[in-house]
């Protein structure tokens, strides 16, 4: 049994595969034992959940599993089953261990579930109420009906998995810029760090899986971050503080813009690119004679540029909520051409979330109800975004 609870430890994603469909759920490590978002479990299996005041009732096919918040024990008919760690609630959410799935249903419902040790709850579809026809071959001029899409996810009304790579700014020897209004030793890359960490929480309690591209204070090369996005990965972000020069009128700037690869439009959004884009004399592994002129972004490849106008949409989604909430407000999306998203094969942005000069700003973004705020933020313009992809998908017969 040991065995069993430490190998659903590992997986990233837990496969619900039932004869309605497969749905694969995000695993989440935040509490330090893998868990799921018990809503995420609702469509594919018709679980509930009733939060009482000393215990927590989780239904299945009619069974009841009884918990008892911060033990790592679940109650089902006839016994106790061990959950190796506690089920836990975050802003109302419900997180079960994962064996929750591999033990304590396969135990309490053996007839019909099992778990296979690749990390899948299987349910096994029972006998029919009534003798199965003989199928009629279909004619070679008829096409069969299209498999149905899968239920919304009931917190985003998403219907299928994405990933987001989630960039902190800055880290290790980068500190980023020194952040004039915050509190004495926070610097840009602790703020960016810590929306970083919420945006990561905000978006697996939605069922979306996150890539961090550093969760830690070290340094990540500018070109080698946007390879965290490739493959199974769908949208690219990186966090950033903004600051304006020591001079005359240096405090007043304020408020939040998002960016996308282009050109520099104007001499302000230049000025960021040249800020963030300064982090690379950090980095000891930038091969000497690189092309960094603002030529090159002009010329990227075709693969490139096909997520441009992607990118400026997201970027405007995400600009939209974050300016609902920052106390400088929207100052609108912006293009400039930075090198953490210059090699990006997905939409990508990199957000400033404030700036570390404006008291208001700094102030907003150094507190923890601040940066869950922007992360809120965020996740909302992200999930904007991908419900609009999978409504353009279907349209166009993919998917």
């Known amino acids: 049994m040991i065995g069993a609870i430490a190998a659903v430890l590992i997986p990233t994603q837990i496969v619900i595969a039932t004869p309605r469909g497969v749905t694969r759920i995000p695993v989440t490590t935040e ?8 809503p995420l479990l609702a469509a594919p299996l018709g679980l509930t959940v009733l939060v009482g005041d000393t215990e927590t009732t989780v239904r299945l096919d009619g069974t009841a599993f009884v918990l008892h918040l911060g033990v790592p024990f679940a109650r089902v008919p006839g016994g106790i089953c061990p959950l190796a760690g506690d089920p836990y609630v975050v802003r109302d959410t419900l997180f079960l261990p994962i064996p929750f799935l ?21 349910e096994t579809a029972g006998p029919p109420s009534e003798p199965v026809p003989v199928p009629v071959p279909v004619p070679v001029a008829v096409r069969p009906a299209a498999r149905p899409a899968p239920a919304p996810n009931p917190l985003t009304g998403l219907r299928y998995h994405h990933v987001v790579a989630v960039d902190a700014g800055h880290g290790g020897v980068d500190p980023g810029n020194p952040g004039v209004y915050f509190r004495h030793g926070v610097t840009e890359k602790d703020v960016t760090l810590a929306i970083a960490r919420l945006l990561r929480g905000e978006l697996v309690r939605r069922g979306i899986g996150v890539i961090m591209v550093r969760s830690s204070d070290t ?33 007043r700037a304020q408020g939040v813009e998002t960016y996308y690869l282009s050109a520099a439009k104007t001499e302000d959004a230049a000025r960021v690119a040249r800020m963030e884009n300064d982090a690379i004399r950090y980095e000891r592994h930038t091969a000497p004679g690189v092309d960094s002129s603002p030529l090159r972004f002009i010329n990227q490849d075709m693969v490139q540029n096909e997520y441009l106008r992607e990118s400026a949409r997201l970027a405007d989604l995400i600009e939209q909520r974050l300016g609902a909430v920052s106390p400088g407000g929207d100052r609108g999306v912006q ?65």
């Open 31 to 38: 509490r330090g034992v893998a868990a799921v978002a018990a």
């Open 102 to 122: 591999s033990l304590c249903v396969p135990q309490a419902l053996a007839s019909r579930y099992h778990w296979d040790p690749v990390g899948r709850l299987v």
């Open 335 to 399: 293009q400039a051409p930075f090198f953490v998203l210059k090699d990006a094969r997905r939409p990508a942005v990199l957000v400033e979330t404030g700036f570390a000069t404006n008291r208001d700003d700094a102030r907003f973004m150094g507190t923890g109800a601040g940066q869950e705020k922007i992360a809120v933020a965020i996740a909302d313009g992200i999930v904007a975004y991908l419900r609009e992809f999978e409504r353009k998908t279907a349209a166009g017969g993919g998917g």
């Open 219 to 251: 340094l990540i090369d500018l070109h080698d971050r946007p390879g965290y996005c490739v493959n199974d990965c769908d949208l690219f972000v990186s966090i950033h503080v903004n600051s304006m020069s020591p001079g005359p009128g240096s405090s």
